[in-house]
C-alpha cells in the first residue's frame, strides 16, 4: 500500500498572499492531481501531471499555478489569495487505469 | 440525483435501510466510478463501474450502469453507521487522466 502525504493539514492567509501546498506519494504512480472542494460542492480540477516535469491545466486553474519537479511530489500555488476564501484543496495519485487515491486536504482560510 | 451545478444532495435513513444514489453524466464515459469521503478525510474509491458492465457488486455496494440514458446509481443494503458520509460519483472520457466528479450526495445513517 501507498499513502498521499498533504503538507499543511491547515493553511491560514491574508489576502494577496502567495501560498503553496505541498503533496508527497509514495506510490509510484505517474499522473498527480489537484482538486479544490468547495463547502457542499463537488470536486473541480486545478491542475494535473502525466509525468514529472508535466503540467495540465484543469478547469480551475486561473489563479494558481503548479510544479511537479519529482515523481512523488507535486506542488500547488496560489498566486494571490483573495479575501474570505475558504475551502479544501486535495491532492491525488492515479493508477494507470485512473484509479484515484487521495490525501486528507489541506484546509485553506484566508483573512 | 446529482450532476451540473445543483448543491449537495442530502439523504437521512436508520441502520439497517437499504439506500440507493443517482447519478446523471453528460459525456461519454468509459468507467464511472464512485468515491465515499467521510467527515475529515479525502474522497476514496468505493467501486468501479466499466461501460461494457450493466451492474458491478462489492459486498453491500451494487452499482449499475445505463449507458444509453447516460446514468449510474449507487446501492446500499443493510446500512451502518459507518456509512455516513458524501457520496461523489467520477466519469471519465476517453482521454483519461480528467475525471469529473459529481456534487456529491451526502448520506447521513442514524444508528
Known amino acids: 500500500g501507498g499513502i498521499i502525504t498533504q503538507t499543511p493539514k491547515f493553511l491560514i492567509g491574508q489576502e494577496g498572499q502567495k501560498l503553496t501546498l505541498k503533496c508527497q506519494q509514495n506510490?509510484?504512480?505517474?499522473?498527480m492531481y489537484w482538486y479544490r472542494q468547495d463547502s457542499g460542492k463537488g470536486l473541480r480540477l486545478i491542475y494535473y501531471?502525466?509525468?514529472?516535469?508535466?503540467?495540465q491545466k484543469g478547469d480551475l486553474s486561473e489563479g494558481y499555478d503548479a510544479s511537479r519537479e519529482k515523481k512523488s511530489s507535486f506542488s500547488l500555488t496560489v498566486t494571490s489569495a483573495q479575501k474570505n476564501e475558504m475551502a479544501v484543496f486535495l491532492c491525488?495519485?492515479?493508477?494507470?487505469?485512473?484509479?484515484?487515491?487521495f490525501g486528507h486536504g489541506t484546509k485553506l482560510s484566508v483573512l | 440525483s446529482q450532476w451540473g451545478e445543483e448543491n449537495l444532495q442530502a439523504l437521512s435513513i436508520q441502520e439497517g435501510e437499504d439506500v440507493t444514489m443517482n447519478c446523471s453524466y453528460k459525456?461519454?464515459?468509459?468507467?464511472v466510478q464512485w468515491y465515499r469521503q467521510k467527515s475529515g478525510k479525502g474522497p476514496a474509491l468505493i467501486i468501479l463501474i466499466r461501460s461494457n458492465e450493466r451492474e458491478k457488486r462489492s459486498g453491500r455496494l451494487r452499482a449499475t450502469l445505463d449507458t444509453s440514458s447516460q446514468s449510474s446509481s449507487l446501492s446500499i443494503t443493510g446500512t451502518l453507521a459507518t456509512d455516513t458520509a458524501v457520496y461523489f460519483c467520477a466519469t471519465a472520457g476517453n482521454m483519461g487522466y480528467k475525471l469529473t466528479f459529481g456534487t456529491g450526495t451526502s448520506l447521513l445513517v442514524d444508528p
Open positions: 506510490f509510484n504512480h505517474d499522473t
Open positions: 459525456t461519454y464515459t468509459t468507467v
Open positions: 491525488a495519485s492515479s493508477t494507470e487505469d485512473e484509479r484515484l487515491f
Open positions: 501531471s502525466i509525468t514529472e516535469n508535466d503540467l
